[in-house]
């Protein structure tokens, strides 16, 4: 998992090419005005806008990618998103669905916690179990984009 903030002018400094190519573009985008729903960032590479209303993470089941990235980009509201670092044991998850690329799971191994504020991103690389559109204090509405990586292209 990388974690940056957007609004800093350094924060692509330290991304891989292909995440620093795609950030850049989203740096130069109107996040707050985007339309919701999915749509192309580059040739190959898709975003999701959308907008909901954050809950407790408790019953929430996490989910887990194999042939996408995530870059997981708050645009407004907060955010908590538990994840996971250790290699997952993938006899907790259930069924693998390849046309939608994801499975779930109950429970995160060595769960961890970020809060997501307006511009922050977390990048989830494939097998990196991630619970997002958790409340932090109370439910509260968000908005925010996912784009999805292609994992050839790391």
């Known amino acids: 998992m990388l974690l940056a ?5 350094d924060c692509l400094k330290s991304l891989p090419p292909v995440f620093a190519r795609l950030c850049g573009k989203l740096k ?3 996040l707050a005005n985007l339309p919701l729903g999915w749509q192309d960032l ?4 898709q975003m999701n806008v959308m907008t909901f209303e954050t809950s407790p993470a ?3 089941k996490a989910e887990m ?3 996408f990235v995530d870059i997981q980009l708050l645009i407004d509201g907060e955010e908590m998103i538990e994840y996971g670092l250790s290699q997952p044991d993938l ?3 259930d069924e693998y669905r390849d046309e939608d690329d994801y ?3 109950d429970e995160i191994d060595n769960k961890n916690e970020v809060v997501l504020k307006p511009n922050m991103f977390a990048i989830f690389l494939p097998y990196e179990p991630h619970k997002p559109g958790n409340s932090v204090n109370e439910n509260k509405t968000l908005k925010k984009l996912v ?4 994992v050839e292209l790391l």
């Open 5 to 9: 903030d957007l609004s800093r002018d």
């Open 91 to 93: 006899a907790k998850y």
């Open 65 to 67: 990618h194999r042939k």
């Open 103 to 105: 499975q779930l799971t």
């Open 58 to 60: 408790e019953g929430k």
């Open 28 to 30: 130069t985008l109107d």
């Open 42 to 45: 580059e040739e190959g590479i």
């Open 147 to 150: 784009v999805k990586v292609p």
